[in-house]
Structure formats: structure tokens, C-alpha cells
């Protein structure tokens, strides 16, 4: 595509998308987009500096002055990636002599008869622009704290942030606001920051701040503080470059016609994507936050455009909630309905070091809160009637004490038969609906519940899924859908099961 040119030849600079737009234009302390690769966030940070240097109030002798810092991990990565976009839209020729030296300076300029001077603002008020722009190298707090000490600043422009923790943009932000001085005008009339990202992993500060992934249950009370978005922050996600949908258990993918910055790109993603696995696809082109796993999934067919409501879908009052749970010390409860021949995973429930005796009025809470008029059974892991070291008290008998009924789901917790009954609902049209709230869920079906990587052994993985995180969760999903009827269709091709049935309560006479 042709970009439009002013009267003076100057490339006029256009977000495309209106994902692009919104965080171009956003003026809060901090605001962040995640993005496919090639979807114009770079050049849309560079751009950002200018527009918002012309914005800044003047000073009293006309002068708007601003003092940026553009920072990615490595002057290399600075030199080799943002410097080239930056000199793309802000060359030399027209803005002023580029220092190269370390770190890396552009004060901005126009020319004239004697040189360079500053630059007129364009509104023709009179007012000048003295815009500084340092290109600094951080690779991590420590260093942030270190090199930024002496900087006095308006804003920055962080790029690539999938590879940046949370405390260098903490330091960052620190210094923003102390540039220009009020001894001579009204001080920054703006001052904050704005970062770019690529899909990051599993691990990353912005999905846990984002409410993507659940914080890790070993996370401390004062941890999980660092994690909370402050009100003048915002987070901004691109659609993904491609759509994907899974047919014959392989994924095809197709154009978005909804992808932002396509007009602007010379390779489609369609090719881009050409030889790359599906991790690579999924994180640079879906704009998916990547699974952290050493292994294969074990439902690779799971696919979130077909398998995760669009939105949150309400519970039917006419409907059974079917609850599968897993027990242990790191308990989980999943909450199906089925309608129609499709599976709603409406809500989940995670427990943190937490024995049945304490998780099982949680179930009860959130089933009175969530489903007040909805009949309920319960599915359980087969070894919930196992007594314990510590109590001769099954799970079983404790969430029958709190008015809860389990039963086994399977007799054995045989993997063929739990991994066939949910590869079958998968398989079926319209099978499996996850809520988007259901973040453990989600993660594990797409990945987090995998099959261990043996090492130095290429292709060979274990025989049994990996306990973690995710594993609970996904387990108790398997329950219930092999309690609700899933499991016998599997194993005897139809749609009957034996229905749970609740012995009878006996009857005490008060008169004699």
C-alpha cells in the first residue's frame, strides 16, 4: 500500500484497526496492547512520542518541551529492530543528526538556512517543540534501578514487553513526570508510559494482571498485590492475525478479516504461518498467551474458538447441574449442564492446600450462590472413599455430611475411558462449551494439562498426564462428564446410565 504524503512530501501516519486506534489514543498512566506480529504496534509507539510532544503545554518562553526513553532488553535489540522503525518515520534527513553512541539519542529537529533548530509546532501558534528521545538498553529491575536513577522524564515507549518483567516498567514509571521543570511553565501536562507485546508464556506479569490465568496458588497475599491492575492502567488485545477452527482433529486456519495492520503487510499471515509449528502459530499470529509445557497435550484437539463460549453463558433453572470433582490437597469442583446435546462448563471452583473438610462448603456456597434453583449431583473421583492417614473419614462421607451425595464416576479411574469420553465430546458438534471465566479450565484444556517430555529421548513422552495446576481442574471436568452419561456412551454406544440414587433418610419418631 501507498501511504498519503503531506503538501511537504512528510508520510502521514494512520493507525490501522480500531484496537490500534483506541491505544493510540489512550492518555492514562500506563496502557499496554498484545498483538499478532505485524500489527503496527511499533510503529504506532514511535508515533505516539510525537504526537504527544506537540500536545505538552508550553513553557513561558513557547518552548513545549518533552524528554522520552524508548527501551527494549539489549542495545542490539534496540540497534537491530525499534532504532530501523523509529529512522523509518523519523529520518535523519528531515529530524535532526541520530547519536549512535550508547545509549542512543534523537533530539528532534527541522532544518534551516543555518542548520537545525527547533521545530515549529504545526498548529502555527508560534510555539516550538524540543523533543529528546533516548533509546536505553534494561534487561531487568536491577538494572533498571540502577541506570535510571539520574533520568528525569515525560514518558517512555517500552517495546517487545513479552520479554519484560513487571518492576522494570515499575522503575520506569518512576521517573515519568519530572520533565519539563515547573520553574519554568506548567511541568508535564502529560506523563506516563505505553508498551507493546507479542503473545507472552504462561509466567508473564500482564496475563496474570489481564485476569487470563488464575495467580499461582503458592502466591502469597502480598504477591498477589503486585498483580492488581491499578485504575489507570488498561490493557488493549488485537484480534488474532488468522482464525482457527479444528476439523478431523488437525487445525485449518483461516484469514480474519477482522485482523488489524493487514493493509500495510507485504506476507498475508496465511503464508506467514508456512512451516512453523502450532506453538509458534498459536503465540506470534492467534495472539494466544502460550501454554508453559514440556510436553503434548493431551487433548490436542481442543481448540478455544470451538470449545470457549463466545460469552458467559447463563445456567438453565430447568436444567441438572452435573458437579465432577477431584479431591487431594489441591481440590477441584467443575460445574456442567447439558443441553441438547451440548456440554456447558459454566463455572469452576480451585482449592489451594485445602482438605475435603474445608473445600466442601465452598461447593455447597457456590452452588447456593450460582444455581439456587437447579437440581445437582455429584461425580467424584473414585479415590474420594479412600480413608486417609490422618482421618478414617472419606471425602465421600465428609461432602455427604455438608448434604452433598458423591458418586464414583468410574469404578477404577481407567485413563482410556476418561480420555475417550472427553475426545468424543470434543469430536461432536458443539459438544463442549467452556465459559471464558473458567481460566484454569481453559488453560488446561489448551495445553497446561500435558504429557511430560522424557528427556534426551526425542518423541517420547510418559504414559500419565503431569500433575499440576491444571490437572485438578481438568480431572474434575472429566467426572462429571462421565458421570453425566458421557462414559457409558463411550463404552456401550448409547446415552443410558444408571442414575445416582441417594438411600433413603431414616425416620425418628419424637412421640412415643
Not at 102 to 131: N, V
Not at 183 to 207: C, I, K, L, Q, S
Request: proline share 7%.
Amino acid at each position: 500500500m501507498v501511504l498519503p504524503r503531506t503538501e511537504r512530501g512528510n508520510l502521514v501516519y494512520i493507525p490501522d484497526g480500531q484496537v490500534l486506534t483506541d491505544w493510540f489514543w489512550d492518555r492514562l498512566r500506563f496502557s499496554l496492547i498484545q498483538g499478532p506480529i505485524g500489527s503496527g504496534t511499533s510503529t504506532a509507539g514511535c508515533q505516539r512520542i510525537w504526537v504527544q510532544s506537540m500536545d505538552q503545554e508550553p513553557d513561558i518562553d513557547g518552548v513545549r518541551r518533552t524528554r522520552w526513553i524508548i527501551s527494549r532488553e539489549t542495545y542490539k535489540e534496540l540497534r537491530e529492530t525499534t532504532v530501523k522503525t523509529w529512522l523509518e518515520w523519523f529520518p535523519e534527513d528531515d529530524w535532526g543528526p541520530f547519536i549512535r553512541s550508547e545509549p542512543m539519542f534523537h533530539q528532534l529537529r527541522q532544518r534551516t538556512a543555518g542548520g537545525w533548530d527547533l521545530r515549529d509546532h504545526p498548529s502555527g501558534d508560534g510555539t516550538k517543540i524540543d523533543s529528546e528521545v533516548i533509546f536505553l538498553a534494561i534487561d531487568d529491575p536491577d538494572t533498571a534501578e540502577k541506570v535510571l536513577a539520574s533520568y528525569e522524564i515525560t514518558g517512555f515507549f517500552k517495546n517487545e514487553t513479552q520479554f519484560t518483567q513487571k518492576g522494570v516498567i515499575d522503575e520506569l514509571l518512576s521517573r515519568c513526570g519530572r520533565y519539563p521543570s515547573m520553574r519554568n511553565g506548567p511541568g508535564a501536562t502529560w506523563f506516563g508510559g505505553w508498551a507493546d507485546m507479542n503473545a507472552p508464556v504462561e509466567g508473564h506479569w500482564v496475563p496474570y494482571m489481564r485476569g487470563d490465568i488464575p495467580l499461582p496458588v503458592e502466591m502469597t497475599d502480598d504477591e498477589k498485590m503486585g498483580f492488581e491492575k491499578p485504575d489507570d492502567w488498561e490493557f488493549y488485545t488485537q484480534p488474532p492475525g488468522l482464525l482457527e477452527k479444528i476439523v478431523d482433529g488437525r487445525p485449518v486456519y483461516l484469514p480474519n478479516p477482522n485482523a488489524e495492520n493487514q493493509k500495510h503487510l507485504v506476507e498475508p499471515y496465511i503464508q506467514k504461518i508456512q512451516g512453523h509449528e502450532r506453538a509458534w502459530i498459536d503465540r506470534r499470529v492467534l495472539n494466544k498467551v502460550g501454554t508453559r509445557q514440556t510436553g503434548q497435550s493431551v487433548y490436542p484437539t481442543f481448540s478455544e474458538y470451538d470449545h470457549v463460549s463466545k460469552g458467559e453463558v447463563s445456567p438453565s433453572p430447568d436444567h441438572l447441574i452435573v458437579v465432577g470433582l477431584d479431591f487431594g490437597i489441591q481440590p477441584a469442583a467443575a460445574f456442567l449442564q447439558e443441553r441438547n446435546g451440548t456440554w456447558f462448563v459454566l463455572s469452576e471452583l480451585v482449592g489451594s492446600n485445602e482438605p475435603a473438610d474445608e473445600f466442601a462448603p465452598r461447593v455447597k456456597r457456590h452452588l447456593s450462590q450460582r444455581y439456587p434453583h437447579c437440581k445437582v449431583e455429584f461425580w467424584g473421583d473414585p479415590r474420594g472413599g479412600d480413608r486417609t492417614q490422618a482421618s478414617s473419614e472419606t471425602a465421600y462421607h465428609i461432602y455427604k455430611k455438608h448434604g452433598m451425595a458423591v458418586f464414583p464416576a468410574t469404578p477404577n479411574n481407567a485413563p482410556e475411558l476418561r480420555r475417550s469420553t472427553v475426545t468424543a465430546v470434543l469430536a461432536r458438534r458443539a459438544g463442549l462449551k467452556i465459559n471464558p471465566s473458567c481460566l484454569r479450565l481453559k488453560r488446561g484444556m489448551a495445553g497446561g494439562y500435558h504429557y511430560r517430555k522424557i528427556t534426551n529421548v526425542a518423541g517420547q513422552f510418559s504414559e500419565k498426564p503431569s500433575k499440576n495446576e491444571y490437572s485438578h481442574i481438568v480431572e474434575a471436568m472429566e467426572n462429571a462428564l462421565i458421570g453425566g452419561g458421557e462414559g457409558y456412551s463411550t463404552v456401550r454406544g448409547t446415552v443410558d446410565r444408571p442414575k445416582p440414587v441417594s438411600a433413603p433418610r431414616k425416620r425418628f419418631r419424637l412421640r412415643g
